[in-house]
């Protein structure tokens, strides 16, 4: 068995992330098969790749860990072969696929056989999204066609210092260098690109995958995420309703033991996603955030309310995980309209379009919170009662309707003089955008106070675990 624990830092890395002493080795024996440009000559142990399986906090899990001291990490027949078969095995057994990655590329002295092998990773984790949870960390380098890999998987993390995320390099794209944007590193491929959900240290980023394998199901049939819940299902969430704009504080509120766990944290901050506990079964999250609160408590950034493409794009991703592995999808929705510039207005209209598509499309319980602004086609399209919301709940606060009660006196009186216009702007808060007016139509399900919304959302999802709903017989939408 060529794997040490103690080795390299390919080793280090599965026995910091694994529990202690479960791993055990597949294909530790197997070496580069090509003898081209005398590569027969060169010492290739495990193909540059440790392979084999493990547990994280008990659950098992399938992992490969590239070994940047084997021709830099690049990739050969055989290292490619280990991984598929990895993946096969994973598939098999219902269980999750991490893939630690330092590598240099694919190795040019095995050239067509390299390139067919590597070819078929793609095509496991093809065949494995939707079946089994993928997770990537990068810590080297990841470029060229190597970077499709983290854009198969689920979720990806990356070493802030050393990884490098790229299809193309950064001096290699016209009219830049590195040192003007260096778009291979975490920070850009994390708030900028968006493939990358967390960045950190080494350490860190390990123990967010730890953290992430033991929130989710591990493969799309057998659940096996629930724990038992020792906080209080009816607990007062008395300050929730402070945080109505920063939502992601407001899911931390809503968690048992406030313990929220948010992906692609630096990327759209305008909408929030990420996974908590309600009463020990894993939920989903999507929100609004108007605003960004740091941990001293003060505004670090400002969003508005409207969609963005990038928000979007963000929900859908993430909606759609849950909906393949059975997570039931809470939101909060705080929305007024859509971002109006002239660069999202390219594909604002796409965008919105799949991000409605996706939440109709969910078959999982759904659960909505309006805890703000609700108007128009942007809020139908936040997983609204009309596009298979099972649940609605509104604060009192909230605003739901066509557009603000001001600007729709204004359009509808244009006319008449301020007091009008103010009399006429409350006379139709009341008839069209207060909570109750939604709730007499049955738009809304119940108005609840801010406080007691964890106590909601639990009953709801309790009463929904059971819930089954058929589509269309179609082979796969368009959309």
Not at 265 to 275: H, P, S
Request: aromatic share 8%.
């Amino acid at each position: 068995m060529s794997y040490n624990a103690t080795g390299n830092s390919a080793s280090r890395r599965i026995a910091t992330m694994l529990d202690e002493g479960s791993f055990v080795e597949i294909g530790g024996a197997v070496t580069a098969r090509s003898t081209d440009f005398n590569l027969q000559e060169q010492e290739t142990p495990s193909d540059g790749v440790i392979t084999g399986y493990g547990v994280i906090d008990g659950n098992l899990v399938y992992v490969y860990s590239q070994d940047a001291t084997v021709l830099k990490g690049a990739i050969g027949e055989m290292h490619a072969k280990k991984i598929a078969n990895i993946y096969d095995m994973a598939m098999k057994m219902g269980a999750p696929v991490i893939g630690l990655i330092d590598c240099a590329g694919l190795r040019l002295q095995e050239a067509t056989d390299a390139l067919e092998a590597f070819g078929s990773v793609y095509y496991k984790q093809s065949m494995a999204s939707g079946v089994v949870p993928q997770i990537t960390a990068i810590f080297g380098m990841c470029g060229g066609g190597l970077a499709v890999v983290p854009g198969l998987t689920d979720f990806t993390f990356m070493e802030s210092k050393e990884g490098r995320l790229f299809v193309n390099s950064p001096n290699a794209l016209e009219g830049n260098e590195i040192s003007k944007c260096d778009t291979s590193s975490a920070q850009y491929q994390s708030a900028t690109a968006g493939l990358v959900d967390g960045i950190g240290t080494e350490e860190e980023i390990l123990g967010q995958i730890r953290s992430l394998i033991c929130m989710i199901p591990a493969n799309y049939e057998d659940d096996l995420s629930y724990v038992e819940c020792t906080d209080d299902l009816n607990r007062v969430c008395a300050e929730i309703a402070n945080a109505a704009e920063d939502t992601s504080i407001a899911l931390a509120m809503l968690a048992d033991d406030q313990n929220f766990f948010e992906t692609k944290k630096e990327y759209a901050q305008d909408m929030v996603t990420g996974f908590l506990r309600l009463n020990g079964m894993t939920v989903g999250a999507v929100a609004n955030r108007s605003k960004a609160y740091d941990e001293e408590g003060k505004v670090s950034a400002e969003f508005g309310c409207g969609l963005t493409v990038d928000g979007c794009k963000k929900a859908i991703d993430f909606v759609n995980f849950c909906d393949a592995f059975s997570i039931p999808v809470l939101t909060l929705t705080n929305v007024s309209g859509f971002a109006a510039t002239v660069e999202s207005e390219k594909n604002m209209a796409r965008a919105v379009a799949r991000m409605t598509y996706t939440f109709a499309n969910a078959t999982v319980p759904k659960v909505n919170v309006i805890v703000g602004k609700a108007y128009g086609s942007a809020y139908v399209a936040m997983n609204s009662k009309s596009i298979g919301a099972d649940m609605v709940y509104a604060w009192p606060s909230a605003e739901i309707g066509m557009m603000d009660s001001a600007l729709a006196a204004k359009i509808m009186y244009a006319d008449a003089d301020a007091d009008m216009l103010k009399a006429k702007a409350a006379e139709y808060k009341e008839l069209q955008s207060s909570p109750m007016s939604a709730a007499r139509r049955g738009y809304v399900d119940a108005i609840i106070e801010p406080a007691d919304t964890r106590k909601y959302v639990i009953g709801a999802f309790e009463m929904l675990f059971t819930k089954r709903e058929d589509r269309p017989d179609k082979k796969h939408g368009t959309v």
